[in-house]
């Protein structure tokens, strides 16, 4: 059973760090791309980064560029997202996934298959 386990979320104040991390079970996905969403109470979950299979190639959304970055450790199965300079819009609950496309990254979120549970997020002003 494919699992993804979100950690590292919390309180934090503005302009301050979080690293969140996400460890997949269940299933090898290091030939796989793989991103982080997140979703503000009453919108859309949206998309946040993303990187290839080898992490060697990476996307953020315009919002984070600069501040966030995904990486990921293809011997653990896991994938991380350091984010600084957090600001109170960033404020969500933040989502990993896992895509299945070969080709390409996916920044849609309706390219992705698995997906974590979620971990909050709060900065405060």
């Known amino acids: 059973q494919v699992q993804l386990v979100e950690s590292g979320g919390g309180l934090v104040q503005a302009g301050g760090s979080l690293r969140l991390s996400c460890a997949a079970s269940g299933r090898t996905f290091n030939t796989y791309p793989m991103g982080w969403f997140r979703q503000a109470p009453g919108k859309e979950r949206e998309f946040v980064a993303a990187c290839s299979w080898s992490g060697g190639s990476t996307y953020y959304a315009d919002s984070v560029k600069a501040r966030f970055t995904i990486s990921r450790e293809n011997a653990k199965n896991t994938v991380y997202l350091q984010m600084n300079s957090l600001k109170p819009e960033d404020t969500a609950v933040y989502y990993c996934?896992?895509?299945?496309?070969?080709?390409?990254?996916?920044?849609?979120?309706?390219?992705?298959?698995?997906w974590g549970q979620g971990t909050q997020v709060t900065v405060s002003s």
């Open positions: 996934a896992v895509s299945e496309r070969r080709l390409g990254v996916p920044l849609n979120r309706h390219e992705y298959n698995y």
